[in-house]
C-alpha cells in the first residue's frame, strides 16, 4: 500500500534505517519491491532529475503506483532532489507521497523560506517533505554542486523554522562515488543528533562503507539514500552481454535485474532487515 516516508520512518524497528533507491523504470523497481517484499520491508521508491526529465513526474508515479499494487508492503513514492514548488507541485498531484526540497545550495534564509513554503503545501496533501542542510556535494567534477559540511546551529534554526518530516545532513559523503570510500564524521554527527529531535537522511550512500551502513542505522538516520551502487551493476551487467546475438530487451534486462537483486539485498540487511523467506 502507500503511505508517506513518515509512516515508514515512524514504523521503523530498533537499528533500522530504509534504504532508499534511484529507480528510472519497470525492471530497477520491480526488483527493489520484490526485495523488499521477500524480507516484509518498506520500500522507497525515489525519482531523481534525470529521471524526471527523461520521463516527467506524472508518467514515473502512474507508473510506479502501478507496479507498486501487486505488493503487500508499505511503499513510499520520493520525488528526489526537487529545486522548485513547480516540480513538488506536478509531483504531489500527480501522486507522490514524499517530496525532497533540495534548497541546500541557498542562502539560509532563502532555504528556509522556500522549504517552509513546501511544507505548508505538502501537509494538505499528506505528503511527507524532506529537507537538506549544509550540502552533500557530488564527486563528479562535472557537476558544480559545493559540498559543505552541516553546521548544527544551522541545523537547529533550520528545523525549528520548517519542521520538515525527516533532514538531510552533510555528514562526509558525496554523490556519485563509484568506491565505498565515504568518511563519516561521526562527531558531526553526534552533535546533530544531540540538538535535533528530527529523523536524518544521508545522501551520496553508496560511498558508504558496510560496517557505517550497519553503524548508521543504530543511531538518528532513518533514511539512506542510494543510486549509483544500483545503477553502476546494472549497466556494467547490460554492457557485459553486449557482444551475444541477442537483443531483445526483455532477455538482455534478465541478467542486470538478477545482478542489483544481490546489491539491494545487501543494502538492507546492512541496515538491519533480517532475511526471512528470500
Ligand atoms: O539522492 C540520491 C542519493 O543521494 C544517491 O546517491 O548515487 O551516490 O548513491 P548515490
Ligand atoms: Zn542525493
Known amino acids: 500500500m502507500l503511505v508517506t516516508l513518515k509512516k515508514i520512518i515512524d514504523e521503523l524497528g530498533e537499528n533500522q534505517a530504509v534504504p532508499a533507491f534511484n529507480v528510472y523504470g519497470y525492471e ?5 519491491l520484490d526485495v523488499a517484499s521477500s524480507l516484509g520491508a518498506p520500500a522507497v521508491l525515489m525519482t531523481n532529475r534525470d529521471a524526471v526529465m527523461h520521463m516527467g513526474s506524472r508518467n514515473l508515479c502512474n507508473l510506479l503506483k502501478s507496479i ?4 503487500d508492503i508499505p511503499i513510499c513514492i520520493h520525488l528526489d532532489h526537487a529545486k522548485s514548488m513547480e516540480e513538488i507541485e506536478e509531483a504531489v498531484k500527480s501522486g507522490y507521497t514524499s517530496v525532497m526540497y533540495d534548497g541546500s545550495n541557498l542562502p539560509l534564509n532563502e532555504n528556509i523560506e522556500n522549504t517552509s513554503r513546501i511544507v505548508q503545501f505538502a501537509k494538505k496533501y499528506n505528503v511527507s517533505v524532506e529537507g537538506e542542510i549544509g550540502s552533500v556535494g557530488y564527486s563528479d567534477p562535472n557537476i558544480k554542486i559545493q559540498g559543505k559540511y552541516t553546521d548544527v546551529e544551522e541545523a537547529k534554526i533550520f528545523y525549528d523554522e520548517t519542521k520538515v518530516d525527516i ?12 568506491g565505498q570510500e565515504a568518511v563519516i564524521n561521526y562527531e558531526l554527527l553526534n552533535d546533530i543528533e544531540k540538538k535535533l529531535d528530527v529523523p536524518l537522511v544521508i545522501h551520496g ?4 562503507k558496510n560496517k557505517d551502513l550497519i553503524q548508521l542505522a543504530k543511531t538518528t538516520v532513518k533514511k539512506v539514500n542510494i543510486g549509483t551502487a544500483v545503477r553502476m551493476t546494472f549497466g556494467k551487467s547490460l554492457k557485459s ?3 551475444t546475438e541477442e537483443f531483445d530487451r526483455i532477455k538482455l534486462f534478465e541478467k542486470p535485474m538478477k545482478d542489483i537483486e544481490g546489491v539491494i539485498l545487501e543494502k538492507y540487511k546492512l541496515l538491519g532487515f533480517k532475511k526471512t523467506s528470500y
Open 28 to 32: 530497477d523497481t520491480k526488483v527493489v
Open 68 to 71: 507498486g499494487e501487486d505488493y
Open 167 to 178: 533532514l538531510a545532513v552533510a555528514v562526509g559523503t558525496l554523490h556519485r562515488m563509484t
Open 205 to 208: 550512500s553508496t560511498g558508504v
Open 241 to 243: 552481454q553486449f557482444n
